[in-house]
């Protein structure tokens, strides 16, 4: 391990002589080489001093543990891991602290805090109990009755009965077994399930022997406990609310369906207009109207119109003539027309009107020829994917019909071929 620290002091050095960029990472490198060695020439000069002769265990309550040595044979050196258990009890001492674990479960077993003469509630079988280093096993001798885990049965007669009970004391890391018999007396269940099973055992019983009267009495007590029966009311809101949760969702579902399919019409609309637009203002422009002039007739034609239908990308065009008479810059106006629109006809279309607004408008009609041929062009790619997307959507219907043909046809090859 020497050798790693040796170069990580080197490499530290060097950085912090050459990597002035590196300068923290090399201080603490450096830092962590010199104490790594420090503390490695700390231990071979205690190494004599910490031979060990013996390990301490743990109280006998405590847990494993596990220790790394380092052993040394005449030279040749091996890292052994080994477990180290807690000390054991001796054989005196498990049986002093079973008798002591009896005398509490005797206590503890009848679940309620009652004694074993009369047991009512179900039984507390514990498999540990803190304190004590033994498992625990129990068994009685009519499952039914009383099970092993605890459970009174339903069959216990009503004049009680006696149980035995037998415990299995074991201590496996020192080979105890010890076992012990409880005998409790048990009695049919007065509280829990049982209880009310019982009820509804009474009230079946009253109401098969009181047929023939008008109404039916309910009992104002049971085994001591007085009674109040009550109309269970049905409570609907919960539906309500789960119906009116989920038209919620769906309506927030629709309305963004609703949201989606509008943007994609609009996007429609202006796609399918630009060419058009595109046309007009070259044809405005190659008259020797400026830019804003013809904005403003294309604007002004579509706005004496407007009443007969809207259009998205006119109605951008009218909001752009309205900046310029507000007094926004002619060229601010043009990018924020294609910021609006979102669309990359419509970017470029503003980015050139923004170049000629400053550098005149020398070259304008030519560009904008191309840009209508470019646009005439990206509609035609458009109706060809649109005819493309048309002939998948009809192939699941075709090929229903296709099988709806064939079945029609072989029905009768086969019904003729068996006559």
Not at 98 to 126: A, H, Q, W
Not at 155 to 167: D, F, M, N, Q
């Amino acid at each position: 391990m020497i050798f790693f620290y040796i170069m990580g002091a080197f490499v530290s050095v060097f950085c912090l002589l050459k990597k002035k960029t590196m300068r923290k990472s090399a201080l603490l490198l450096l830092t962590g080489s010199v104490v790594s060695s420090f503390l490695w020439m700390v231990s071979l000069m205690k190494e004599d001093d910490m031979a060990l002769r013996e390990i301490r265990r743990q109280d006998k309550d405590g847990k494993e543990t596990v220790v790394e040595l380092e052993a040394d044979a005449e030279g040749e050196k091996k890292t052994i891991r080994m477990r180290v258990g807690s000390q054991a009890y001796s054989r005196e001492e498990l049986r002093r602290l079973s008798e002591n674990l009896l005398d509490e479960l005797e206590r503890k077993i009848t679940g309620n805090g009652g004694t074993l003469d009369c047991v009512t509630e179900d039984m507390y079988f514990p498999e540990y109990m803190e304190g004590y280093p033994f498992h625990l096993e129990w068994s009685t001798d009519n499952l039914k009755l009383l099970s092993s885990d605890g459970k009174i049965g339903s069959e216990v007669p009503k004049e009680g009965i006696l149980v035995e009970i037998r415990l299995k004391i074991s201590n496996t890391e020192s080979k105890f077994e010890a076992e012990h018999v409880f005998y409790a007396a048990l009695f049919p269940q007065k509280s829990g399930v049982a209880f009310w099973e019982r009820l509804e055992g009474l009230l079946e019983k009253q109401e098969m022997s009181t047929r023939g009267a008008d109404t039916y009495i309910l009992p104002e007590s049971f085994e001591g406990k007085k009674l109040i029966f009550l109309e269970k009311k049905s409570d609907q809101s919960g539906t309500y609310f789960f119906l009116f949760l989920v038209g919620a969702v769906c309506i927030a579902v629709g309305q963004q369906q609703d949201d989606k399919k509008k943007k994609q019409e609009r996007t429609t609309e202006l796609t399918r207009e630009y060419p058009e637009m595109v046309s007009r203002m070259t044809m405005l422009i190659g008259a020797g109207m400026t830019i804003s002039g013809a904005f403003k007739r294309i604007a002004g034609e579509y706005g004496r119109r407007r009443q007969q239908t809207e259009k998205p990308l006119y109605e951008e065009l009218m909001i752009t003539c309205r900046e310029m008479e507000a007094g926004i810059p002619e060229a601010t106006a043009y990018r924020n027309l294609g910021t609006r629109c979102r669309q990359p006809c419509m970017v470029r279309f503003s980015a050139l009107l923004v170049q000629y607004t400053k550098s005149g408008t020398a070259g304008l009609k030519r560009a904008l020829h191309e840009e209508t041929g470019q646009a005439l062009r990206e509609r035609q790619e458009r109706a060809k994917r649109k005819g493309e997307e048309a002939g998948t959507k009809l192939l699941l219907p075709m090929t229903m019909m296709l099988i709806l043909i064939m079945v029609l046809i072989m029905i009768p090859a086969f019904t003729s071929f068996g006559m």
